[in-house]
């Protein structure tokens, strides 16, 4: 784990209604065509009601993850839901959503190229480096959101 996959985990672990689990096998499911995927972060956010796969990256070329997007369904989202865990029973239902943290400079040409995927946020790693740049309810808890 980099320190950029430590800011988002230190990002994501801030919010007190959100677990989560880091580099989750998903493993390839030969009938089904799915999964073979290990995202950086599997968050479950229990306020929401929602399973947000995160994905960090520092490359200056979105090319791959644009692929793994396009690819999210069978990727990630049907994996998770047929997952051997007691907790899949009650996120099975869930909203399933990505959350990419990516370079500062690359979030508004990748937001505007996956407009159309509404379950994809983009955040900008410069957003979650440093926690006096987070934004904070008045009862100084930290609002976090992966959307």
Same mark, same amino acid.
């Given at each position: 784990? *980099? ?7 230190? =990002? ?5 209604? /959100? !677990?989560?689990?880091?580099?989750? &096998?998903?493993? =390839? ?8 995927? @290990?995202? *950086? ?6 306020? #929401? ?12 070329? %979105? ?6 997007? $396009? ?8 994996? @998770? ?7 899949? &029973?009650? %996120?099975?239902?869930? #909203?399933?959503?990505? /959350? !990419?943290?990516?370079?500062?400079? !690359?979030?508004?040409?990748?937001? @505007?190229? @996956?407009? #159309?995927?509404?379950?994809? $946020?983009?955040?900008? !790693? ?6 006096? #740049? ?5 009862? &100084? ?7």
């Amino acid at each position: 784990m *980099d320190r950029f996959e430590e800011a988002v985990m230190e =990002y994501i672990s801030a919010d007190p209604n /959100c !677990l989560f689990k880091s580099q989750m &096998n998903l493993p =390839y499911n030969k009938e089904s065509d799915s999964g073979g995927s @290990l995202p *950086d972060f599997v968050v479950i956010n229990f306020k #929401e009601k929602c399973v947000y796969v995160v994905e960090v990256t520092t490359a200056s070329n %979105t090319n791959g993850i644009v692929k793994k997007i $396009s690819e999210r369904e069978t990727r990630w989202y049907q994996p @998770l839901k047929e997952y051997d865990a007691d907790w899949v &029973n009650f %996120t099975r239902t869930w #909203e399933h959503r990505v /959350c !990419l943290f990516i370079r500062p400079q !690359l979030v508004d040409d990748l937001s @505007l190229s @996956l407009s #159309e995927c509404t379950d994809v $946020s983009i955040k900008s !790693l410069g957003e979650v480096m440093n926690p006096w #740049e987070w934004e904070w309810d008045d009862r &100084n808890q930290p609002v976090n959101s992966l959307r």
